[in-house]
């Protein structure tokens, strides 16, 4: 088993920026990606970014130029910083691992972008 454990998130007005950070534990040995998922009322879970063991990265088109993925392999460690937030970012996002095809999830963070 893996478990996830994030931080960060909020509250932030429009164009402002947060981070997020997930830390993961247990049998981490494998985990080949981590990344962010999120969800907004009414819609579907939605990829945001990923970063694989060997550093590749993947963005949402939504995101591209204004997050940024990173991670640190050896700690099964990544961030997510969030810059110029729309209110369209508002949402529950999700730390998330894959071991073995088998995707693992955080609790879940929630951040709020409005005036």
């Known amino acids: 088993q893996v478990q996830l454990v994030e931080s960060g998130g909020g509250f932030v007005q429009p164009g402002g920026s947060l981070g997020l950070s997930c830390a993961a534990s247990g049998n981490i040995f494998s985990i080949n990606v981590m990344g962010w998922y999120r969800q907004a009322p009414g819609k579907e879970r939605e990829l945001v970014a990923d970063?694989?063991?060997?550093?590749?990265?993947n963005y949402a088109d939504s995101v591209k130029g204004r997050f940024t993925i990173s991670g640190d392999n050896a700690k099964k460690t990544v961030y997510l910083q969030m810059n110029s937030l729309k209110p369209e970012d508002t949402a529950v996002y999700y730390c998330?691992?894959?071991?073995?095809?088998?995707?693992?999830w955080g609790q879940g963070t929630l951040v709020t972008v409005s005036e």
């Open positions: 998330n691992a894959e071991r073995f095809r088998v995707k693992y």
């Open positions: 970063i694989s063991s060997g550093g590749t990265t």
